[in-house]
């Protein structure tokens, strides 16, 4: 009984992204960009008043249904629902919150507490910036251990 409220709620998710999908115009924004630009991973979202919190999207994730959020610096964005990529642009109106657009549709976004909230109407998505990884200094360090 509880997987198929997962499974439902999935649907949900599935059918929000569908139709909130989206990232605003192309153009670097001048305010914002920083706390925006970079990957971001589903950790809640609300459809209708009901909510599935992070439990559940991590059982989805188990089950190989991601859903994730790149933002990039030249203005685009890619939507990743369940291993389908949707391309989009972004546009940030203040330092906290934007405009996406995907598939025509536009959508807002807002910045708090270090998550990202994409809001159409009263269906909410909430994501969480993935920790970056730099490669290069990495590799650096490595290849200096390696000199020694």
Do not use: H
């Not at 999935?10 to 990957?39: I, M, Q």
């Not at 459809?47 to 610096?73: M, N, P, Q, W, Y």
């Amino acid at each position: 009984m509880y997987r198929t409220g997962v499974i439902a709620a999935l649907c949900c998710a599935f059918a929000l992204c569908l139709a909130l999908a989206g990232c605003g115009a192309a153009g670097a924004p001048d305010s914002g960009e920083d706390a925006l630009v970079g990957n971001w991973s589903l950790v809640s979202m609300v459809r209708d008043g009901t909510e599935t919190g992070e439990e559940d999207i991590k059982a989805l994730s188990d089950l190989g249904l991601d859903v994730s959020f790149e933002v990039k610096a030249d203005g685009t964005c890619e939507l990743v629902l369940f291993d389908e990529p949707m391309a989009g642009t972004w546009k940030a109106t203040s330092p906290n919150e934007g405009e996406i657009e995907m598939d025509g549709s536009k959508i807002t976004y807002s910045l708090e507490d270090e998550k990202l909230s994409v809001i159409q109407k009263d269906s909410s998505m909430t994501f969480k910036k993935e920790a970056a990884t730099d490669a290069s200094s990495d590799s650096a360090a490595s290849s200096g251990e390696a000199s020694k």
